[in-house]
């Protein structure tokens, strides 16, 4: 039986289901119903904006996207969101799906706490981003109905303490390897869950580099610069 929240249809494949009970079963309910309406909100984005995409492959996408977070799926080194989009793509793989669409899903995944690149990419790859910042950072809010916002929570509550919620969930995701943090955002959360996490500088990263820029510079043997003193 289909189901339609806020006017958006929960995809009933058997792929889309065989997603739903494999994340029903491994998240806790924070991400489990977080997740879900990542797909309500990134779907209704789409509508609004006459976006051609595909509601299955965006269904993956955003069932996936926080399974990283999971210790069943966290790797010792990659960053959570690779992890998430690196068992959604082992996933794809044994329904046989296409390498294209699984790029576009695995492209989700990975870059959907990367601001300002995916809102140009593909609609799956956008719209999974959008749904994230709506349910998590709260950017659009006010483009979606009071209605829309109402069904879809109350289909998949947020706890009452959601903000400070997925912040933990963030901080057990990444605590234990916090070197996969550097240039993005999950930073900012071990800098606030994580009392000895200290941030890596990327300017600090470049003066401290191996490169020794103070010693003349060194020209190979095609270089112009040779050739013309040559002349």
């Given at each position: 039986?289909?189901?339609?929240?806020?006017?958006?249809?929960?995809?009933?494949?058997?792929?889309?289901?065989?997603?739903t009970e494999l994340v029903r079963d491994?998240?806790?309910?924070?991400?489990?119903?977080?997740?879900?309406?990542?797909?309500?909100?990134?779907?209704?984005?789409?509508?609004?904006?006459?976006?051609?995409?595909?509601?299955?492959?965006?269904?993956?996408?955003?069932?996936?996207?926080?399974?990283?977070?999971?210790?069943?799926?966290?790797?010792?080194?990659?960053?959570?969101?690779?992890?998430?989009?690196?068992?959604?793509?082992?996933?794809?793989?044994?329904?046989?799906?296409?390498?294209?669409?699984?790029?576009?899903?695995?492209?989700?995944?990975?870059?959907?706490?990367?601001?300002?690149?995916?809102?140009?990419?593909?609609?799956?790859?956008?719209?999974?981003?959008?749904?994230?910042?709506?349910?998590?950072?709260?950017?659009?809010?006010?483009?979606?109905?009071?209605?829309?916002?109402?069904?879809?929570?109350?289909?998949?509550?947020?706890?009452?303490?959601?903000?400070?919620?997925?912040?933990?969930?963030?901080?057990?995701?990444?605590?234990?390897?916090?070197?996969?943090?550097?240039?993005?955002?999950?930073?900012?959360?071990?800098?606030?869950?994580?009392?000895?996490?200290?941030?890596?500088?990327?300017?600090?990263?470049?003066?401290?580099?191996?490169?020794?820029?103070?010693?003349?510079?060194?020209?190979?043997?095609?270089?112009?610069?040779n050739e013309s003193a040559a002349a």
């Amino acid at each position: 039986m289909t189901t339609t929240i806020a006017g958006i249809k929960i995809p009933d494949s058997q792929l889309a289901r065989a997603a739903t009970e494999l994340v029903r079963d491994t998240e806790p309910d924070l991400l489990y119903n977080h997740s879900r309406r990542v797909f309500l909100f990134g779907a209704l984005a789409g509508e609004r904006k006459h976006l051609d995409y595909d509601p299955e492959l965006l269904y993956i996408g955003a069932m996936f996207h926080d399974m990283g977070l999971v210790d069943a799926y966290s790797s010792k080194t990659n960053r959570f969101e690779v992890d998430g989009a690196n068992a959604a793509r082992d996933f794809l793989v044994q329904y046989g799906v296409n390498e294209y669409d699984i790029e576009q899903v695995w492209t989700s995944i990975a870059l959907h706490t990367t601001p300002g690149v995916p809102e140009h990419m593909k609609p799956v790859v956008a719209l999974v981003t959008a749904g994230v910042e709506m349910d998590v950072l709260g950017l659009a809010y006010h483009e979606f109905t009071d209605e829309q916002r109402i069904q879809v929570v109350a289909a998949h509550p947020r706890e009452r303490d959601f903000k400070n919620d997925i912040i933990d969930a963030f901080a057990h995701g990444t605590i234990k390897k916090p070197e996969s943090t550097f240039g993005n955002v999950k930073a900012d959360v071990l800098a606030l869950r994580d009392p000895e996490y200290k941030r890596l500088n990327f300017c600090q990263i470049i003066l401290g580099s191996a490169w020794d820029d103070s010693q003349s510079h060194v020209h190979h043997a095609g270089c112009a610069c040779n050739e013309s003193a040559a002349a």
